[in-house]
T-cell receptor, first 114, second 116 residues
Framework: DAGVIQSPRHEVTEMGQEVTLRCKPI?????LFWYRQTMMRGLELLIY????????DSGMPEDRFSAKMPNASFSTLKIQPSEPRDSAVYFC????????????FGAGTRLSVL | AQTVTQSQPEMSVQEAETVTLSCTYD???????LFWYKQPPSRQMILVIR??????QNATENRFSVNFQKAAKSFSLKISDSQLGDTAMYFC?????????????FGEGTQLTVNP
């Protein structure tokens, strides 16, 4: 299996621009998670989906952030408009619900907002 | 709410020696899982070891083992015969045992450096 695939690996954008991060979970997994990693706040959950349905989005910072999962093999995290404080590494992870509760992580997207 | 605390921001060890990383957590729940993840400079999050709270036996994976003390809410990671490739940030993490899926709550991390 190819593992969780995230794109792009790096993203540099200017303040005010729209940013879209993409994730393809492991085939057969039915839970998908978006995390953000910063020096100040560490690793924190933004949102997660079960069977493509958002379950907990309490970690989404504000209305500028939105996430979708149109099907079992694809999810997006969108920031519009982006701000410098959004600079971070964004991870996507997937797991098999009812399994061993192990979350497998993608390589992450490093976002820099100038 | 669950919290995870790693009180050692940095540690170092000589190659081939043993090192123990500490982790404590707080929860009012009884059924949960604990994990150690490793994040090398490549930033990939790699699962090191997993412990089920309802199992008394400590988990082991080759050179990695844990000391799980449920009553004390302690979950330390022991790395034996340390190798240069073990140099990484190590995160302790907690999740509830739910069939509907549950978030991971991470500690602050411990940067481990293995010296030649």
């Amino acid at each position: 299996d190819a593992g969780v695939i995230q794109s792009p690996r790096h993203e540099v954008t200017e303040m005010g621009q729209e940013v879209t991060l993409r994730c393809k979970p492991i085939s057969g997994h039915n839970s998908l998670f978006w995390y953000r990693q910063t020096m100040m706040r560490g690793l924190e959950l933004l949102i997660y989906f079960n069977n493509n349905v958002p379950i907990d989005d309490s970690g989404m910072p504000e209305d500028r952030f939105s996430a979708k999962m149109p099907n079992a093999s694809f999810s997006t995290l969108k920031i519009q408009p982006s701000e410098p404080r959004d600079s971070a590494v964004y991870f996507c992870a997937s797991s098999l619900r009812g399994g061993k509760n192990i979350q497998y992580f993608g390589a992450g997207t490093r976002l820099s907002v100038l | 709410a669950q919290t995870v605390t790693q009180s050692q921001p940095e540690m170092s060890v000589q190659e081939a020696e043993t090192v123990t990383l500490s982790c404590t957590y707080d929860t009012s729940e009884n059924n949960y899982y604990l994990f150690w993840y490793k994040q090398p400079p490549s930033r990939q999050m790699i699962l090191v070891i997993r412990q089920e709270a309802y199992k008394q036996q400590n988990a082991t994976e080759n050179r990695f083992s844990v000391n799980f003390q449920k009553a004390a809410k302690s979950f330390s990671l022991k790395i034996s015969d340390s190798q240069l490739g073990d140099t990484a940030m190590y995160f302790c993490a907690f999740t509830l045992r739910e069939t509907s899926g549950s978030r991971l709550t991470f500690g602050e991390g411990t940067q481990l450096t293995v010296n030649p």
